[in-house]
């Protein structure tokens, strides 16, 4: 069993930043990768960013250059650093831990950006 705790989101102008951490807590040394997802109201689940356990890194497309992830495997915790963010960005963000085809989440935290 995995717990993943998610904090930093928050309100936000346009082209401001923000700094998600979620730390991860349990049988921790059988994840494989990590990473966030976002879901906007009306909107299906989508990916953001993940890493693996390898430090392989994937974005979704429409926050390259802008976001960036990490990966802190001693604190079993992973960041998402977002730059330059636009209203589009708004979303609950969750936080996401694979342990092979089982996928454990986070409760989710707010982010918004107003225009």
């Known amino acids: 069993q995995v717990w993943l705790v998610e904090s930093g989101g928050g309100l936000v102008q346009a082209g401001g930043s923000l700094r998600l951490s979620c730390a991860a807590s349990g049988s921790t040394f059988r994840l494989d990768a990590m990473g966030w997802y976002r879901q906007a109201p009306g909107q299906q689940r989508e990916l953001v960013a993940d890493?693996?356990?390898?430090?392989?890194?994937n974005y979704a497309d429409s926050v390259k250059g802008r976001f960036t992830i990490s990966r802190d495997s001693a604190k079993n915790t992973v960041y998402l650093q977002m730059n330059s963010l636009k209203p589009e960005d708004t979303a609950v963000y969750y936080c996401?831990?694979?342990?092979?085809?089982?996928?454990?989440w986070g409760q989710g935290t707010q982010v918004t950006v107003s225009s």
């Open positions: 996401n831990a694979k342990e092979g085809y089982f996928n454990y």
């Open positions: 890493s693996s356990k390898g430090g392989n890194t």
